[in-house]
């Protein structure tokens, strides 16, 4: 396609900026131009593409269904030009710069604060940009190019990402105080036949994981209660609904009086940690080096 009927990268910024604020006025405004310089821009890529972008009248700006199609699309190629910037300046400078990073409820609370100071000292140009969000969310926006690097237990469903483990993250039994395993020095999967285990929401890959080790030992899924969190998860087990099964790495965190935990007899069952990435991405190397941060900050 000849040069000259290829949008450029300003007009999709007002494009994209127009469709989301619904107000030239405002999407001049936040992109630091003058509203009729925008407007022009807005009208010459219109005339570009053979079609209407946008409703306009006295009190509100509507895409028009040609206009939502162009921004979506317009974003996209904004945020892999932003993808494409950063890592050309990081190849100078490794571990510089903007990381947008994406982790698992159940791993940011009781991991990133040991990790993070850590990653400061040793990469203080690096800034992490954190989303925190379930698995599948994370996955959709590193394979749409909004996110560079996932943290998150590797044996969920992660597409064609590229993967760097980290570490294995035990399962301990999660008990009432008063409950007939709470006192053992280890307990054995076997040891679950016929409990009722209480998970985790639909959505955690946590709840997967925990569930298929119940399943291959005989346990049952107390079916009338989902936690949304595993803080919500161990009260209620501290309460006597039932047991769960808890990541090591959570457990310093969420001791509380009526819980008992007690470790699985070898080999106990584990989730691994570990990074997960686009096929695609220039940053491996980065990637790599920023894992043997992330290692030392791991439960010992």
């Known amino acids: 396609m000849p040069l000259s009927m290829r949008p450029t990268v300003r007009q999709l910024e007002y494009l994209a900026a127009v469709a989301e604020l619904r107000s030239f006025r405002r999407a001049a405004e936040s992109c630091h131009v003058s509203q009729p310089a925008l407007s022009a821009q807005i009208q ?12 306009r009248d006295r009190r509100r700006v509507l895409p028009t269904p040609a206009g939502a199609a162009a921004a979506a699309r317009a974003r996209e190629i904004l945020e892999r030009l ?38 400061r000292r040793r990469h203080p140009e690096l800034r992490l940009q954190l989303r ?93 209660f989902r936690a949304s969190s595993l803080p919500t998860l161990v009260q209620m087990v501290a309460g006597g609904a039932g047991v769960t099964l808890l990541p090591a790495l959570a457990a310093p965190a969420l001791a509380t009086r009526g819980l008992a935990v007690v470790p699985f007899a070898r080999p106990a069952p584990y989730r691994t940690i570990g990074f997960a990435f686009r096929r695609s991405s220039a940053r491996r190397e980065e990637f790599q080096q920023l894992a043997e941060t992330f290692r030392r900050a791991a439960p010992d």
């Open 44 to 55: 010459q890529l219109e005339r570009l593409l053979g079609a209407r972008l946008f409703e």
């Open 82 to 119: 932003d993808v494409l910037a950063a890592s050309a300046r990081g190849l100078g400078r490794p571990l510089a710069g903007t990381l947008r990073f994406g982790v698992i409820p159940t791993i940011a609370p009781y991991l990133l604060p040991k990790a993070l100071p850590a990653v």
């Open 132 to 224: 925190e969000e379930q698995t599948d969310r994370l996955v959709e926006l590193a394979q749409a190019g909004s996110l560079d690097l996932l943290l998150l237990a590797l044996e969920a469903e992660l597409g064609s990402m590229d993967l760097l483990p980290l570490f294995h993250d035990p399962f301990l039994l999660a008990a009432p105080s008063e409950h007939r395993l709470a006192g053992r020095r280890s307990v054995r999967e076997s040891d679950l036949e016929g409990e009722a285990v209480l998970l985790l929401d639909d959505g955690h890959c946590l709840r997967h994981q925990a569930l298929e080790v119940c399943r291959r030992r005989g346990g049952h899924e107390l079916a009338d």
